[in-house]
């Protein structure tokens, strides 16, 4: 018997033993994406009524978790949460969830020097291996670093979970873990690829026309974006990268139809970047034991001189709304949560900053309320309350189903005429009376 499995055996437990070691006022590094503790957290929600002032470091829910259901008015256990998912977002409605403001490459920083104390890290693994390592699967994100932090470290094996190549920092060791509890067969969260209108089709038709040969692609979460990596997929694109935060199913797509080589790129050649990834069981069954995958820290991934080092990066990312001026707000709706910051202001950043890189922020140009009133997506200002995601410095190419426009190096009245030209247009002369009173308006085209 090898020094690991006797280390392993020393160490199992059950998951009442392991959420044994959490107490009041404990920090615990939680669920991120699809790696989920249903067994642990089953437990640990078992103990609300004997625990108060817990937090709880997560983000990105895949799955429902009981301790939300056993403590629904956050009298144990407060949700920070430094990216919301829909879940996340229900949570946040109910009074139960509060945001970090970060950029995700900031993370692992965040854990290793802003918190006061990491109690303990709960992490979802592979089943160990014969040189002692659980592999974290498809979310290495920031976990290298909450393990380093963590005062106690448990890991709950998935017998499900895909073995992730890396990278580095997509592995735990058996002898920094210091309890394992055997969660048996608990599959992998599905997350169904979100239904692609017409208007999804159209503005990453828009994209698609500036793609080249040999680009190195960074595909953000949503619709829009889907649609464009299936769009690649069937056009006759060749040679492309992939240097990307979430690894969703439109890539597999990529790959099979041989959009996808990385042969091109500048920095970890022949290999598919990334540091999480959240789809459909294609997804996962594509990273299991592929070197072609490589899993890296989110502080590798997103870092923008790092990213940059590939040529030709090209960053596509929704957003909620824009002003005139370029600020672009992907967060919120008013002082209301969505999502995050995520990643997009790091490719914002790295994608401009490459050799031959574009940034394109896309989005459809109105939405429909609650009271089934349209809106413009493009304002004169941003909506009271509305947090600016990418400062308008910062913004280059912006599209909607009207067209795309670049703003880099355009004055004031510039970009509100560019800008004007992507509303709807049921919205433009208004517009234009707002950029007017603006003083940003200067009518050369209208």
């Known amino acids: 018997m090898s020094t690991w499995v006797k280390e392993y055996g020393k160490k199992l437990c059950t998951p009442d033993q392991a959420v044994g070691v959490v107490k009041s006022g404990d920090w615990i590094i939680y669920s991120y994406a699809a790696n989920t503790l249903p067994v642990l957290d089953m437990a640990l929600a078992k103990r609300t009524p004997e625990l108060k002032d817990i937090q709880l470091l997560a983000g990105v ?168 990596g299936q769009m690649i997929a069937e056009s006759d694109l060749k040679d492309l990268g992939v240097h990307t935060e979430m690894l969703v199913d439109s890539y597999v797509d990529m790959w099979n139809a041989g959009r996808i080589s990385c042969r091109k790129k500048q920095i970890d050649r022949g290999r598919m970047v990334y540091t999480f990834a959240g789809g459909t069981q294609k997804l996962y069954d594509f990273i299991d034991n592929n070197p072609q995958v490589a899993g890296y820290p989110v502080d590798y991934t997103n870092d923008r001189y790092i990213a940059s080092r590939n040529d030709n990066l090209v960053s596509i990312n929704n957003a909620l709304e824009i002003d005139l001026s370029g600020q672009v707000c992907s967060e919120t709706i008013g002082p209301r949560m969505i999502s995050g910051a995520g990643g997009q202001l790091d490719f914002v950043d790295a994608a401009y900053n490459s050799k031959g890189g574009r940034s394109f922020i896309c989005m459809e140009s109105t939405f429909t309320c609650a009271e089934g009133k349209q809106h413009s997506r493009i304002r004169p200002l941003l909506t009271e309350g509305a947090v600016v995601t990418d400062t308008r410095p910062m913004v280059q190419y912006v599209a909607t189903e009207y067209g795309k426009v670049n703003l880099k190096g355009a004055t004031t009245w510039q970009r509100a005429e560019r800008l004007i030209n992507l509303a709807h247009p049921d919205f433009r002369e208004e517009l234009i009376k707002e950029a007017e009173k603006l003083r940003i308006w200067r009518r050369s085209n209208k």
């Not at 829909?86 to 900031?106: C, N, Q, T, W």
């Open 61 to 228: 829910s895949m799955r429902p978790h009981a301790i939300v259901k056993a403590d629904p008015r956050g009298e144990h256990f407060t949700w920070d949460c430094v990216h919301f998912s829909a879940i996340d977002r229900k949570y946040y409605e109910m009074g139960r969830a509060f945001y970090v403001p970060l950029r995700y490459s900031e993370v692992p920083r965040y854990i290793l020097e802003n918190l006061s104390h990491v109690d303990v890290l709960m992490v979802q693994v592979s089943p160990m291996d014969q040189h002692g390592n659980f592999n974290l699967g498809p979310t290495i994100s920031h976990y290298r670093a909450s393990a380093d932090r963590a005062k106690t470290v448990i890991v709950e094996v998935n017998e499900d979970m895909p073995i992730a190549h890396g990278g580095y920092g997509n592995y735990l060791h058996v002898s920094e873990v210091d309890y394992i509890v055997e969660g048996g067969h608990t599959g992998m969260p599905q997350i169904p690829t979100t239904p692609i209108t017409s208007v999804d089709r159209q503005i990453a038709q828009y994209v698609l026309e500036d793609l080249r040969d040999g680009d190195c692609i960074q595909l953000g979460i949503g619709a829009m974006p889907n649609a464009l």
